[in-house]
């Protein structure tokens, strides 16, 4: 994230209980939200009498924008005044993405869904680290960013139980339904975040106020000459090759096995860990 000069008078945030709970509720829905894709994605197209080829193909693709979007995605994210506008347009994209995967699971349908899906990526999650940074500041952000992390594991703890469930007894197709219908908490949410809570520069990762140095924006020349930054994202990318999942290539060999507990094993092996 970009620095921008602080203000000398800036001081820490005391944020009202409304926005705090708001937070909460977004990190929690949010993750609600996305428990509905994944593996889930490969469980519906394989009932659908898709081959595992297109499969892997458009769960490439999404990931593959995903990718190429973190750039321009944090760049945005340091422009754009109204973080929670960001959020909330995030969170209608992967919306409307669950909605036409369960209604249409044609290829060109799937495929730009998923992209669109991906994309999001770039910026809703790191939206509401902003969100938080601008809310709560930086002596705090530290515990703030744990209590995002457990509502987030509560929302995808409960959901992903849940939507194993509703494949089980009702149908995959429902299962994205319910994901898009969890778009609209979402935004509630959101909107009860309070903007003047919302402080832009400390948002956008600006100094701490009692720091005596400002500091200026970090040009992308500067960042290939970190040793340090370059050793951290080697770090990140072998830790991501290593950690590639294979779940998506088992639950498809379950349903075309004709394992009708599929969701139910997906859920399992998501829930567990």
């Not at 992967?94 to 999001?120: K, R, S």
């Not at 509703?166 to 909107?191: C, E, K, N, R, W």
């Amino acid at each position: 994230m970009a620095f921008i000069v602080a203000l000398p008078h800036a001081a820490e945030a005391s944020p009202s209980r409304a926005s705090l709970n708001g937070l909460d509720g977004i990190n929690f829905f949010n993750a609600a939200m996305l428990a509905g894709f994944g593996p889930y994605v490969a469980v519906y197209l394989a009932e659908q009498k898709w081959t595992q080829e297109n499969i892997g193909f458009v769960l490439t693709a999404s990931g593959l924008a995903g990718l190429l979007a973190l750039m321009p995605g944090g760049e945005l994210l340091d422009t754009v005044r109204s973080k929670r506008a960001l959020a909330a347009l995030g969170a209608i994209m992967v919306a409307v993405t669950a909605l036409v995967i369960g209604i249409w699971p044609n290829f060109p349908v799937v495929f730009t869904g998923l992209v669109l899906h991906g994309t999001t990526g770039a910026f809703l999650g790191p939206a509401i680290a902003a969100i938080s940074l601008g809310i709560v500041g930086h002596l705090a952000f530290p515990e703030q960013l744990g209590r995002n992390q457990r509502f987030a594991s509560a929302g995808s703890l409960i959901a992903t139980g849940l939507m194993g469930l509703i494949g089980y007894l009702l149908s995959y197709q429902a299962m994205f339904l319910i994901a898009a219908a969890l778009g609209l908490p979402l935004l509630v949410a959101l909107a009860a975040i309070r903007p003047a809570d919302i402080d832009f520069a400390r948002s956008c990762g600006a100094a701490h106020p009692d720091a005596p140095t400002r500091r200026a924006r970090t040009t992308h020349r500067c960042l290939w000459k970190n040793p340090a930054v370059l050793t951290f994202a080697a770090g990140l990318f072998l830790f991501q090759l290593a950690n590639a999942s294979v779940l998506p290539l088992v639950v498809e060999d379950l349903v075309y096995q004709g394992e009708k507990r599929s969701s139910l094993v997906v859920s399992a092996l998501i829930v567990l860990p």
